[in-house]
T-cell receptor, first 109, second 117 residues
């Protein structure tokens, strides 16, 4: 079953602009992770934010977590063509990782 | 870093045949491995949890007789799609959790694309 719901489902922006993707989830969590997947490839782990954290940075990535609203956002600043990919949030529950539906990000040259 | 491999990366088979996909943790031991299925432009759906030396636990709606999982060692889990049909065509991804780590620590394989003709 899907735990997370990302929006938008698809996003196209110009290179250099910032991209923001959101994720909502239903149950309580210990942490939330974001992954990237290039077309037809495996997953790349981007960042993990714990339930007691509100914001986390990693390079051009900024993740926020609002446990009261059960939502998270992923911001990619100064986007590049190589950022074109699908992005998934994921939560751990009962010894499993459950993925959201994902956002397909397309960076336009 | 922890590396997980899958073999084959791509397979095409005829309807009615069985296909085996291997998932290996190359530089760590994994008591637990997971199998996911992904349709085009869709998310990853967890199919089953594979524990070394015991039977796999399947998610609701996943046919255990259709998708046979064997986790015979701490570094290898296999998924066999039996009597494959075109609707089984999908991208199958495994992940492995190192011994002694928390549930959210999983390393993902590169995936196997199965096409059933």
């Amino acid at each position: 079953s899907q735990q997370g719901e990302e929006d938008p489902q698809a996003l196209s922006i110009q290179e250099g602009e910032n991209a923001t993707m959101n994720c909502s989830y239903k149950t309580s969590i210990n942490n939330l992770q974001w992954y990237r997947q290039n077309s037809g490839r495996g997953l790349v782990h981007l960042i993990l934010i714990r339930s007691n954290e509100r914001e986390k940075h990693s390079g051009r990535l900024r993740v926020t977590l609002d446990t009261s609203k059960k939502s998270s956002s992923l911001l990619i600043t100064a986007s590049r063509a190589a950022d074109t990919a699908s992005y998934f949030c994921a939560t751990a529950r009962d010894d499993k990782i459950i993925f959201g539906k994902g956002t397909r990000l397309h960076i336009l040259p | 870093g922890a590396v997980v491999s899958q073999h084959p990366s791509r397979v095409i088979c005829k309807s009615g045949t069985s296909v085996k996909i291997e998932c290996r943790s190359l530089d760590f031991q994994a008591t637990t491995m997971f199998w996911y299925r992904q349709f085009p432009k869709k998310s990853l759906m967890l199919m089953a949890t594979s524990n070394e030396g015991s039977k796999a636990t399947y998610e609701q709606g996943v046919e255990k007789d259709k998708f046979l999982i064997n986790h015979a060692s701490l570094t290898l889990s296999t998924l066999t799609v039996t009597s494959a049909h075109p609707e089984d065509s999908s991208f199958y991804i495994c992940s492995a959790r190192p011994e002694g780590t928390r549930a959210y620590t999983q390393y993902f394989g590169p995936g196997t694309r199965l096409t059933v003709l």
